[in-house]
C-alpha cells in the first residue's frame, strides 16, 4: 500500500471519528506527561549553532529542505535533518550532510540541545516533546490562498484551533499544535498582514518578509537540479527541461477528500493529448495529501520524493487550482490556468482570503469543456493575465532570490545572544 494510500485512509478515519476531537481527545490523554515533559525539556541549555530541519510526512522537500541544504554549508552552524525515514536519512548521509531518525539517541540529543528549530508547518515536523527551550522558526508551505490554522471555521481541523481560556486543559492539551512560532517567513508586509498575522496569532514584526528558499534558484540558470536529493530521477528532471513547452498540473487536496475531477468530467489522459498535440509534455503531481489513481501514458507523472519546486521553473504554464504554487510560479511571469469546478463548494467549505478576481490572474475555468479549450489556445510564447504583475508585487514584494541569505543572517545575528545563555 503506497503511502499515499495510508494517509488517505488515516483522513478518512480521523474523519468518521470526528476529526479534530480524536486528536483533542488524544492530546487530553497524554496532557500529565507533556506538561512534565516540558518543564523538564524548556530547562535544558541549547547551543544557538545547532539547527535541527523537518518537515511533514517524513518528507524531504519545501521550504524546510531548501535552506537545510544552503545553511548546511555555512561555517560554524550545525544543521541536522530529523526524520523517522531510515531511507532519507541514508540519503543524506551518503550526499555527506548530518541527518537522524527522530527517535534515535542520536536524534532526541541534537533535538533537545538545538537552539532552533527549522519547520516547514508544525515542531511534529521534527519532535514536539523535545522543542520547549528552542527557537521555532516556521518556513510554513506557501502563500494561502485558502484559510488556514486559526483562521479556519470549517474543515475537520479548526476545532483545533478554536478560542479557549488560557491555561485550561484544552488550552494546555493542545499548546503544541496552537504555539505562536517565534519566527514566521512570509513573502511579503501585505501576506503577513492579511493572512499569517491572523493564522498564527503572532505579530507582524515577527514576520520575516524575505521570500522562500524554495523559490531562490528560480532566478538561476535551470542547467541542472537544484540538488538530486530533491528529485527521484535525473533522467526525468532533463527530460522535462528538453522538453520544448511543458504544462504542469499541480492541484492542491481538499479536506473532505471529494472527488472533484470524476464530478466535473476531467481526464487527465485528454488534457495530455491536447498538450501532446502541441508538441509538448503535461508534467503532473497529486497534492502529496492526496490519493488518486495515476495514470500511465503521455503524461510525466512525478513522484511523492519529487520536491515541486525542483520542476517549477521548467514548466511553459501551469494549471491549478487553490494551490500556493501557483503564486510561486507568479515569479516565472507566465501563463496560470485555474481550474476550479468545485470553488463555491470549497469556499464554504474551507474559506478563502481572497475574492478570486482579486488574487487569481487568468481564466477560471469551471468544467473540463472549459479547460480544454483554454489549454488549446495555449503556445510556447502565450502571456500570462495582465494583472500578473501587480498580484506577483503584492505577494512577494520585489523578492529577487535572497531568501536563504537572509535567513541565514538571522540566525548568525543572534549567536552571541545564545552563547551569553550557555
Same mark, same amino acid.
Given at each position: ?10 483522513? %478518512?478515519?480521523?474523519? +468518521?471519528?470526528?476529526? &479534530? *476531537? /480524536?486528536?483533542?481527545?488524544? !492530546? #487530553? $490523554?497524554?496532557?500529565?506527561? %507533556?506538561?512534565?515533559? +516540558?518543564?523538564?525539556? &524548556? *530547562? /535544558?541549555?541549547?547551543?544557538? !549553532? #545547532? $539547527? ?11 521550504? &524546510? ?358
Amino acid at each position: 500500500m503506497s503511502r499515499l494510500r495510508k494517509n488517505s485512509h488515516v483522513r %478518512r478515519f480521523i474523519r +468518521r471519528f470526528g476529526g &479534530a *476531537r /480524536l486528536i483533542i481527545v488524544l !492530546r #487530553l $490523554l497524554e496532557l500529565p506527561f %507533556r506538561v512534565a515533559a +516540558r518543564l523538564a525539556v &524548556a *530547562r /535544558l541549555p541549547r547551543d544557538g !549553532r #545547532l $539547527l535541527v530541519f523537518g518537515a511533514p510526512l517524513d518528507r524531504f522537500a519545501d521550504n &524546510a529542505a531548501y535552506l537545510y541544504l544552503q545553511m548546511s554549508r555555512s561555517p560554524g552552524l550545525r544543521c541536522v535533518w530529523i526524520t523517522g525515514s531510515r531511507d532519507l536519512v541514508g540519503r543524506l548521509r551518503a550526499a555527506g550532510y548530518e541527518a537522524e531518525l527522530r527517535l534515535s539517541r542520536a536524534g532526541i540529543r541534537a533535538s533537545l540541545r538545538a537552539g532552533w528549530f527549522v519547520v516547514t508547518a508544525y515542531a511534529s515536523d521534527v519532535n514536539r516533546w523535545t522543542f520547549d527551550g528552542a527557537r521555532l522558526l516556521n518556513l510554513w508551505h506557501g502563500v494561502p490562498l485558502k484559510t488556514i490554522e486559526r483562521d479556519m471555521t470549517h474543515g475537520p481541523m479548526a476545532a483545533l484551533h478554536a478560542a479557549r481560556r488560557p491555561r485550561s486543559p484544552l488550552a494546555l492539551a493542545l499548546a503544541d499544535e496552537t504555539r505562536m512560532p517565534d519566527v514566521l517567513l512570509s513573502t511579503s508586509a501585505f501576506i503577513s498582514r492579511r493572512c499569517f498575522s491572523s493564522a498564527f496569532g503572532i505579530p507582524t514584526e515577527r514576520c520575516l518578509d524575505f521570500g522562500y528558499p524554495r523559490a531562490d534558484h528560480f532566478f538561476a540558470a535551470q542547467d541542472q537540479p537544484p540538488s538530486d536529493l530533491l528529485i527521484k530521477r535525473r533522467d526525468v528532471w532533463q527530460r522535462v527541461r528538453d522538453a520544448h513547452f511543458v504544462v504542469g498540473y499541480f492541484p492542491t487536496w481538499r479536506d473532505d477528500d471529494s472527488p472533484f475531477m470524476e464530478r466535473s468530467g476531467f481526464s487527465l489522459e485528454r488534457l495530455a493529448e491536447i498538450v501532446a498535440a502541441q508538441g509538448g509534455l503535461l508534467l503532473f503531481k497529486p497534492h502529496f495529501n492526496t490519493e488518486l489513481t495515476l495514470p500511465a501514458g503521455q503524461a510525466v507523472v512525478l513522484q511523492p520524493d519529487d520536491d515541486l519546486n525542483a520542476y517549477l521553473p521548467l514548466c511553459s504554464a501551469l494549471i491549478t487550482d487553490y494551490s500556493s504554487v501557483a503564486f510561486d510560479f507568479m515569479l516565472l511571469d507566465r501563463p496560470i490556468l485555474y481550474f476550479v469546478p468545485d470553488l463555491e463548494h470549497y469556499r464554504r467549505s474551507r474559506g478563502l482570503y481572497f475574492e478570486p478576481e482579486e488574487m487569481m490572474p487568468g481564466p477560471l475555468l469551471f468544467t473540463a469543456t472549459e479547460l480544454y479549450g483554454a489549454l488549446s489556445a495555449l503556445t510556447p510564447s502565450s502571456a500570462p493575465d495582465p494583472r500578473l504583475a501587480h498580484v506577483r508585487e503584492l505577494i512577494w514584494n520585489g523578492y529577487t532570490g535572497d531568501s536563504c541569505r537572509r535567513l541565514r543572517e538571522v540566525i548568525e545575528s543572534g549567536l552571541e545572544a545564545w552563547d551569553g545563555q550557555e
